[in-house]
């Protein structure tokens, strides 16, 4: 059994599928379990879809039920939720301010970047940009989840987008003031060398920046992936935890080393298990065996 087990309940708005209330008991039981048996504090869970807060009752269920059965087995019980940022009614709100201290809460807005940079790509089915209703709702997200850093941005950038990497960042850090951001490239596109000199070149911008700030070390902290560079042995031995002390759970139950296997299988060659019946450990050994040695980049 894994240390630290997350929970990623998956409403997919594409597919209209959503977790039932017994699932996410039962999805919270087998981690809180599994947190009993490898004798840990703690057990996560991240809560994304999908839009999650399209079901406000189901995202408040697993908060709930999350820090009961910590409280049974004297647990701390952890959470994050990834958010397009576009839903903030008085529901939502009062679910953030009534446990973002006891469900330790951190939301993570998903969003690109400035309104032009994100509209290429974030669009509502009529075809228009969803950057004016996120910039709507991002001070009352501040005011309830910025105090001890629960509200972080989280961006995509592909080739397009990758050259305003850097004007990005400042939008997010000088004009929204939202110190934790992060930035990820795009696994799906087809990389060229000229992509990763673009890429260097607007990280050290970035770098240059931070430089110039007063606190230095806690501006390192807050951007990623610049903070893995004060965290020598943070990925000592593997690249990821998938399949060691990560998870994802789906609607319905099923288990899989991480989303990026469930998005991307659909002959659910490395469906490892469910909830009810546990992990084949026979599928998982090779995730336990898998370390930076099996890479096929160099190590440098």
């Not at 139950?253 to 019946?277: A, M, Q, R, S, V």
Request: hydrophobic share 35%.
């Amino acid at each position: 059994i894994a240390n630290n087990f997350c929970v990623h309940n998956c409403f997919e708005t594409h597919n209209k599928s959503k977790m039932t209330i017994e699932t996410i008991r039962k999805s919270l039981e087998y981690l809180c379990e599994n947190c009993i048996k490898i004798n840990d504090n703690t057990f996560h869970a991240m809560i994304f879809g999908g839009e999650p807060l399209l079901f406000p009752d189901l995202v408040e269920e697993i908060f709930e039920y999350g820090v009961k059965l910590a409280k049974k087995y004297n647990k701390i019980f952890t959470t994050s939720l990834v958010t397009n940022g576009t839903i903030l009614n008085d529901k939502i709100k009062n679910i953030f301010l009534k446990y973002r201290n006891i469900a330790n809460l951190n939301v993570q807005l998903s969003v690109d970047g400035t309104e032009e940079i994100h509209n290429m790509y974030r669009k509502f089915a009529n075809g228009n940009g969803s950057f004016k209703l996120i910039e709507k709702n991002i001070e009352q997200f501040k005011e309830i989840l910025l105090e001890n850093n629960k509200l972080s941005i989280h961006g995509c950038c592909n080739k397009k987008s990758l050259p305003f990497l850097f004007e990005n960042y400042k939008f997010f850090r000088e004009i929204w003031q939202i110190p934790r951001i992060w930035f990820l490239p795009i696994h799906s596109e087809i990389w060229e060398e000229n992509d990763v000199i673009t890429y260097e070149k607007e990280l050290n911008k970035v770098k240059d920046y931070i430089l110039n700030t007063d606190n230095v070390l806690q501006e390192i902290k807050n951007f990623a992936p610049l903070d893995r560079c004060l965290e020598y042995d943070s990925f000592s031995s593997a690249p990821c935890g998938a399949g060691k002390n990560f998870i994802t759970i789906c609607a319905n139950g099923d288990i899989y080393p991480c989303h990026h296997f469930y998005f991307n299988d659909p002959d659910k060659t490395l469906l490892l298990g469910n909830i009810w019946d546990g992990i084949d450990d026979y599928k998982r050994e090779i995730f336990l065996k898998y370390d930076n040695n099996d890479l096929s980049c160099k190590k440098d």
